[in-house]
């Protein structure tokens, strides 16, 4: 075999021979697919595709093997997900991109704006003073992308539409603003009602993070087709619907041959938005830069096991605890996986609704809660208040103090003296209930911090139903607070809010 190696060894030399005198000439990259049992993540750590690199997604960013893992959820069957290896080389460096880690590709337009002043200065700070939190904001991101990438995917949108829960909340599920928006998505009631959620005592799904997504998902929608781009919907998703319309109205002439997302920062150079939503489209292009090509800034984030789930269906007044011990899981982490449940328990009226639980732990749950007493499996006892009872005096006679006892009974009548009407029925939970519970405000009562304006000076084009979007209330209320009977309003005029 000696005088074959030497004929191919003479073949090669001739080949290096006539590359070196005409030159070598780049041959053109061809896109890399995953192989299978490796993930195809759009952001670090970010949602898989069951191994393979799946038509219309991203391309992966980080290949890393993975056993895969196929679990079920009741608004539909999960995919294949790897723990996520290091982002960045050692010491923070970018990597040289090599044929296994090709560019990143995003399906929002940021190569047109990534030279824009602001998404520059955004970048910067991601990478700079708020790179700590903007890399926790990456760890707790490889939680929940494969949920949300999906539903974005499901529901037309942009995966990279994912980085917009990134700069409202970070992906805190219990984020709350001093105007009491909450969740990830940061909803206000009466916006997180009208795309379906649930917000009331017992129940709040803006901190669900399946639900809210899913209402994020609808509420983008609308904005999108509104406006026909998506950084249009991404500033009425913060600013409002009536702003960008009104901006876009008053400066037609100006931005006549403007399309698309270029007429977002149309509108941002003729001040024709609010410089907190002139900044919010800039801020989603900079965290899509810098999330989804994180060795190039020198930043990382940890992975975090994705959210994945199976469903159970309880009945009224069950407690979180019951559940968990049927399940043979600790309190918290039921806890954890339905945050949208306020008070430790299901609520006490209504009808039967599904909980989260971990994969693999719903086959054994009527059998562990049948096994339970009676008394494990209901949440409150009632009791009849007696002339002279006092929440505090019945608070304390349980082990509660009389907040807890408020969170169970938030409708109980009192007298002048504080003292409770005679008759009335009284909740009283048990002790592993009110563990489990959540110290909120009232979720259906929209908040605001002592620095919040009481009064708002009407400016240029603004309209009473944008004015209520922004402070949390309806045009109702605006109304009866400033006795209007019409819906004219005029520049100038002082609009009290709260």
């Known amino acids: 075999m000696t005088w074959r190696r030497t004929i191919t060894a003479c073949v090669a030399l001739a080949l290096l021979t ?184 017992w129940v709040d799904e803006r901190r669900d993070p399946v639900r809210s997504t899913e209402g994020a998902v609808r509420f983008l929608n609308e904005l999108t087709d509104t406006f026909g781009s998506v950084y249009l919907a991404a500033a009425a998703y913060n600013g409002g619907a009536g702003r960008v319309s009104r901006g876009l109205t008053q400066h037609a002439s100006a931005l006549e041959g403007t399309a698309g997302d270029d007429l977002f920062f149309g509108l941002a150079e003729r001040n024709a938005l609010r410089q907190e939503t002139k900044d919010y489209v800039p801020k989603l292009i900079a965290a899509a830069l810098v999330g989804k090509d994180p060795a190039r800034f020198g930043v990382r984030g940890d992975s975090l096991l994705p959210f994945r789930w199976d469903s159970v269906q309880v009945s009224v007044a069950t407690p979180l605890a019951a559940v968990a011990k049927a399940l043979a899981v600790p309190v918290d982490t039921l806890v954890e996986y339905n945050p949208q449940i306020l008070r430790g328990m299901t609520p006490p009226t209504g009808s039967a609704l599904y909980l989260r639980v971990p994969v693999g732990t719903a086959e054994r749950f009527n059998d562990g809660f049948e096994a339970l007493d009676l008394d494990e499996r209901a949440a409150v006892r009632t009791v009849v208040s007696k002339r002279g009872d006092t929440s505090v005096k019945l608070a304390k006679a349980n082990g509660l103090t009389s907040r807890q006892l408020g969170w169970y009974n938030p409708t109980l009548k009192r007298l002048k003296s504080g003292a409770l009407l005679p008759g009335q029925r009284v909740l009283i939970p048990r002790r592993d209930v009110v563990a489990a519970a959540r110290d909120i405000p009232d979720p259906k009562v929209e908040r605001y ?10 400016k240029n084009g603004e309209t009473l139903s944008a004015i209520a979007r922004r402070y949390g209330t309806s045009v109702q209320r605006l109304k009866a607070l400033n006795r209007i009977s019409g819906s004219v309003i005029r520049p100038g005029q002082r609009i009290r809010v709260r």
């Open 18 to 201: 006539a590359c070196g005198r005409q030159g070598l000439r780049p041959l053109a990259q061809a896109p890399v697919a995953a192989p299978v049992g490796v993930a195809g993540p759009t952001a670090p750590g970010l949602s898989a595709t069951g191994g393979a690199v799946v038509e219309g997604t991203d391309l992966p960013l980080v290949f890393v093997e993975a056993e895969p893992l196929v679990v079920s959820g009741r608004e539909g069957e999960g995919a294949a997900m790897p723990d996520a290896g290091d982002l960045a080389v050692e010491g923070g460096e970018a990597a040289e991109p090599s044929a296994s880690i090709p560019a990143p590709v995003w399906d929002i337009d940021v190569a047109s704006y990534e030279g824009q002043d602001r998404v520059a200065f955004f970048v910067d700070r991601f990478t700079g003073p708020s790179r700590a939190t903007f890399q926790r904001a990456l760890t707790r991101q490889t939680r929940y992308a494969e949920m949300i990438t999906t539903k974005l995917r499901a529901g037309g949108l942009p995966e990279d539409m994912l980085y917009l829960a990134l700069i409202e909340s970070a992906y805190d599920v219990h984020a709350y603003s001093r105007a009491a928006a909450v969740g990830m998505w940061q909803f206000m009631t009466t916006t997180a009602r009208g795309v379906g959620l649930r917000v009331d005592w």
């Open 449 to 458: 911090g002592s620095s919040s304006p009481r009064i708002h000076l009407v």
